[in-house]
């Protein structure tokens, strides 16, 4: 039986699928190849691999990848990783297997899980937030000459950053696909951006 025919499909939306997967699959080198693998995917933006629950989580941007390149995708990954041998799950020794048993456990908590997702969203905040600031100083006479609006500059920056940030999956699973349907929200996504240009703008 091919390691694909294992992949059990139990909840398939809109930019959303979870597979129930084999035992062997819930090894750590083998879920991290998995994982790795499904993360290079484009239009793939988060993966999950609950190892205890032998679960894996996907979603991904429709606009970019929809569900049929997905599943066509994963099926080629998963025999180039069986033809490399990367899904058999090398020994481990007993005190290694009850250290991920209870790591496995721990990552299934919600609690762990929603603190990750967070932990990973905030990171990605400050790397963008080390960026903006880096544009900033290479233009230091404009601190110098007028820093009240330096810092206005930078804070308005940081709060477009925040909220493409916080609505990134609606832009791209809802607000693309149907467009007229969110008018609003695209007027008031221009509007923003119309108020960011203009406050840039030499007086």
Not at 28 to 34: I, W
Not at 72 to 89: H, I, N, S, Y
Not at 134 to 154: C, H, Q, T, W, Y
């Amino acid at each position: 039986m091919s390691i694909q025919k294992e992949f059990v499909l139990r909840y398939n939306v809109d930019g959303h699928v979870r597979f129930e997967i084999p035992a062997r699959i819930c090894n750590v080198d083998v879920a991290k190849a998995v994982t790795d693998g499904i993360s290079g995917i484009d239009g793939v933006y988060r993966v999950n691999l609950y190892r205890n629950q032998q679960k894996l989580s996907i979603r991904f941007n429709e606009a970019v990848c929809d569900f049929k390149s997905l599943a066509r995708q994963l099926f080629d990954l998963l025999t180039d990783l069986d033809t490399k041998g990367a899904l058999k799950p090398a020994p481990v020794s007993t005190s290694t297997r009850w250290k991920e048993k209870a790591k496995a456990r721990l990552d299934d908590f919600k609690v762990t899980r929603w603190a990750k997702e967070k932990f990973g969203a905030a990171k990605e905040t400050v790397q963008a937030a080390k960026v903006i600031t880096r544009l900033g100083m290479k233009k230091p006479n404009a601190f110098m000459d007028d820093p009240e609006k330096a810092v206005i500059s930078f804070l308005n920056d940081i709060l477009v950053l925040f909220l493409i940030k916080l609505h990134w999956n609606d832009i791209t699973q809802k607000w693309l696909l149907k467009p007229f349907m969110y008018r609003y929200e695209w007027m008031a996504l221009f509007y923003l951006f119309f108020l960011l240009v203009r406050s840039r703008k030499q007086k």
